[in-house]
């Protein structure tokens, strides 16, 4: 025996299945809600510890490697001590190199580029010896006339150094006497300084100056020391003044 295929009874059996909740609208008709929208998806964090290593470890700090780029507050109290040490003997060096620096331009400025120094008046000697005319006569013309200090193996290192001393009297008077060579066409001659200054004074003056030249009479340029005067400072109330 057949049996015979209904629909309304297919359909019966998957309205189960294919119910929908029904919303009315507002004019009381039925309508089955529709959304484009997805269910959320639970998310899980798919990092993995590894893409983030821990920091290697921190090498300890010591004064020969310390170059301040740890904090300071991330020091140990050993590391602080190692920092201020090595920043401590830092400062000393600094302080050593500054005063060793003005030492070395307080006595190059006196000796050499100041007005009153030993450098200075063996210059002006030399051109005294060179405009004199008696100078010029013994010794040649005075463009070829050269000036340098004490007499050496080395011909580069002969005007290197002035033989020179310094000293101060009991009236309180000092005195600079120094000597140096000349050397021309004609001949060669040794130059004899004496300069003094009194307390009053700023500058130096000449007491003497002289040239000696082999087989000729010494040439005086300046001769104050033949002077009774200029020997002995003069009594004012019974006491010297200068």
């Not at 269910?39 to 490697?65: F, G, L, M």
């Not at 013994?138 to 033989?163: C, M, T, Y």
């Amino acid at each position: 025996m057949t049996t015979l295929y209904r629909p309304t009874d297919a359909v019966q059996l998957l309205k189960p299945v294919l119910r929908f909740p029904r919303v009315l609208s507002g004019n009381g008709v039925a309508r089955i809600p529709f959304s484009t929208s997805h269910a959320p998806k639970a998310t899980t964090n798919t990092t993995s510890s590894s893409s983030h290593p821990p920091p290697p470890p921190r090498r300890s700090v010591t004064i020969a490697n310390d170059t301040g780029s740890v904090r300071w507050s991330d020091l140990s109290m050993g590391e602080k001590a190692a920092r201020t040490t090595q920043q401590s003997a830092n400062l000393i060096v600094v302080v050593i190199g500054v005063a060793l620096t003005g030492t070395v331009g307080y006595f190059l400025f006196s000796d050499v580029f100041s007005t009153s120094s030993k450098t200075a008046y063996f210059n002006r000697a030399t051109s005294r010896v060179r405009q004199s005319p008696a100078c010029t006569a013994v010794l040649g013309p005075s463009d070829q006339i050269s000036a340098f200090g004490e007499a050496s193996w080395s011909r580069w290192a002969r005007n290197r150094f002035i033989a020179s001393s310094t000293e101060t009297d009991k009236w309180g008077t000092e005195h600079m006497r120094f000597k140096f060579y000349v050397e021309g066409p004609l001949n060669q001659g040794v130059v004899h300084v004496h300069l003094t200054r009194r307390p009053s004074q700023t500058d130096y003056e000449y007491a003497m100056l002289a040239v000696d030249v082999k087989g000729h009479q010494r040439i005086w340029l300046e001769n104050a020391d033949s002077r009774k005067d200029s020997k002995v400072a003069p009594k004012f109330f019974g006491a010297r003044w200068w």
